[in-house]
C-alpha cells in the first residue's frame, strides 16, 4: 500500500521559510504527477503546487514566486520550500501522488499524507 508521510510543518512569523517533507514508500516519485494542496479551517481544499515527471512545476497564483516544489528520486521525497511566508499561507498541507503522467495541474490525486500544520503570525 502507498504510504506517504509529511514532515517539516510548523509555527513561523510572516516573512519566515519552512520547507516540508513527503517521503513515499511503495510509490515511485519520478514516474508520476505529485502535488501539495493545503486546506485552511472553514476553507476547500487548495491546490499549491504540482511537478510533472519531467519535473516541471506549477504554482497557485497565491504562492507563485514564493514557493518551490521539487523533488529527489533517489531519496523518493517530494519537498515545497515556501519562503516569504504570510499569515494566509496558515494550514494543513498534504502531499498527494497520482498514478497519472503529464500535465499534473488538474488531474486526480489517488493516494494522500497525514497533513503538516504549518501556521503563520503577523
Known amino acids: 500500500q502507498v504510504q506517504l508521510v509529511e514532515s517539516g510543518g510548523g509555527s513561523v512569523q510572516a516573512g519566515g521559510s519552512l520547507r516540508l517533507s513527503c517521503a513515499a514508500s511503495?510509490?515511485?516519485?519520478?514516474?508520476?504527477?505529485m502535488a501539495w494542496f493545503r486546506q485552511a479551517p472553514g476553507k476547500e481544499r487548495e491546490r499549491v503546487a504540482t511537478i510533472n515527471s519531467d519535473e516541471t512545476p506549477t504554482y497557485a497564483d497565491s504562492v507563485k514566486g514564493r514557493f518551490t516544489i521539487s523533488r529527489d528520486n533517489a531519496k523518493n521525497t517530494l519537498y515545497l520550500q515556501m519562503n516569504s511566508l504570510k499569515p494566509e499561507d496558515t494550514a494543513m498541507y498534504y502531499c498527494a501522488a497520482s498514478v497519472a503522467r503529464g500535465f499534473c495541474w488538474y488531474r486526480s490525486y489517488n493516494y494522500w499524507g497525514q497533513g503538516t500544520q504549518v501556521t503563520v503570525s503577523s
Open positions: 511503495r510509490y515511485t516519485i519520478g514516474s508520476y504527477c
